[in-house]
């Protein structure tokens, strides 16, 4: 488990039940939660990276980033089972759009999840 992920869902936890007066905790809920809004979009604006390659990804953009075609998205340092030195791949961007989720993993196998974007 990410220690800094646990913590995250434990904060949120805290929120949310002060916020619905279940809880009475000092400083809860945060003042900067009770205005957020949710920005929905429709299925058909996800477009989804699969690995083309198996290998380690590496120089990957960040979870909210904001992209443009032809941007880096990640890279991928592939191995071959040639004796060749490994080989680096770069995949771009096809859309504008949002990254909205990613892999957790750094390792791949071909045809893997690595990360979505929402146009």
Known sequence: ???????????????????????QI???PVAQTTDCTMTFSAKSKVIKYYAIAGGMIQSRVDLGSKVKVKDRLYQ???????????????????????????????????????????Q
């Open 1 to 23: 488990m990410n220690p800094d992920s646990v913590s995250k869902g434990i904060l949120g936890i805290k929120n949310y039940l002060a916020q619905k007066s279940v809880l």
């Open 76 to 118: 991928i340092l592939s191995f071959n089972k040639e004796s060749q030195l490994p080989q680096v791949i770069d995949i771009c961007a096809e859309h504008n759009g949002l990254v909205y989720d990613i892999s957790t993993n750094q390792a791949v196998n071909q045809g893997e999840f690595v990360l979505g974007i929402i």
């Open 26 to 28: 000092p400083g809860f």
